[in-house]
């Protein structure tokens, strides 16, 4: 099946949209046409977010009954996984629910990538490379605009504040992936000699990093693709904000306290508490 109708079909809602905004935004009513796309995927995506969001709190709940079961089961891998997997269906709670939406984002960002990388579009000229974002084509890359004019030329201080803004978002998404991940810990893979997967601490320090990534991402693809990029991961960072905020809080000046950590000690205490009674 050809997929030249759906690339014909997309090309024709950003210039039609483009065309709407054209009063306000001018030459750049193309760029803004993407942004508001971007915008219109996430709104799509947002009810799936908000579910991951759910799961992982629950996953978060289930932490310290996760723990008992790794000191009940830390010698039989097999054991334990199948122990965890069946909490994870008592509780209703899926480990897959976090990567939904980041998976229903790439049709969007490959029509993207699609549209601005090719010159003709079922058969006529692409009219949409013509478009720009100040002096930098849609269908340009970084590498382009540094041969034509370098980095402090006309499109490289496009990019330059393309990057500045990917940084900024980065940063804080950092901060909060550590403090998250702080604040409810990881459950630890194990191979099947009952011992830690070998590499899995360091990829666990370095997962926070991965928000950096879209530097290079960015720097890379069609500025249009950029641009889906950059407004996609600065809704993620607001979006992560407003829907884990609830799952640790600051106190006396930034010390992390975590659901897990508040449901541990509950937990422990009922059994302690159980333990009492039956002596």
């Not at 995506?45 to 790794?70: C, M």
């Not at 884990?244 to 508040?262: N, W």
Request: glycine share 8%.
């Amino acid at each position: 099946m050809s997929l030249s109708p759906i690339f014909a079909a997309f090309s024709s809602l950003v210039g039609n949209l483009a065309d709407l905004l054209e009063p306000v935004f001018h030459a750049s009513a193309a760029a803004a046409a993407i942004v508001l796309f971007t915008a219109f995927v996430r709104l799509l995506v947002h009810p799936l977010s908000r579910a991951s969001a759910r799961g992982q709190k629950a996953r978060t709940k289930l932490a310290p009954r996760i723990a008992e079961l790794r000191k009940k089961h830390g010698k039989n891998p097999e054991k334990f996984q199948k122990a965890v997997m069946e909490l994870h269906r008592e509780e209703k709670v899926s480990p897959l629910s976090g990567c939904l939406p980041s998976l229903f984002q790439l049709p969007a960002f490959f029509l993207l990538y699609h549209v601005f990388s090719t010159s003709r579009i079922d058969g006529e000229p692409n009219e949409l490379l013509g478009h720009t974002l100040g002096s930098a084509a849609l269908g340009a890359r970084w590498s382009g605009a540094l041969s034509d004019g370098g980095i402090f030329g006309p499109a490289g201080l496009v990019y330059l504040a393309l990057f500045a803004l990917v940084t900024a978002v980065a940063t804080f998404s950092y901060r909060f992936t550590k403090r998250q991940m702080a604040a409810a810990p990881q459950p630890v893979a194990v191979a099947g000699d009952g011992q830690q997967v070998p590499g899995m601490a360091a990829m666990t320090r370095f997962m926070p990093l991965m928000s950096f990534m879209t530097l290079f991402t960015v720097a890379v693809v069609p500025l249009a693709a950029a641009l889906y990029v950059v407004t996609s991961t600065a809704w993620s960072a607001v979006e992560r904000y407003a829907l884990y905020r609830d799952v640790y809080r600051d106190a006396d000046g930034g010390v992390v306290t975590s659901q897990a950590s508040r449901t541990s000690v509950r937990w422990n205490g009922v059994k302690g508490l159980a333990r009492r009674r039956t002596e």
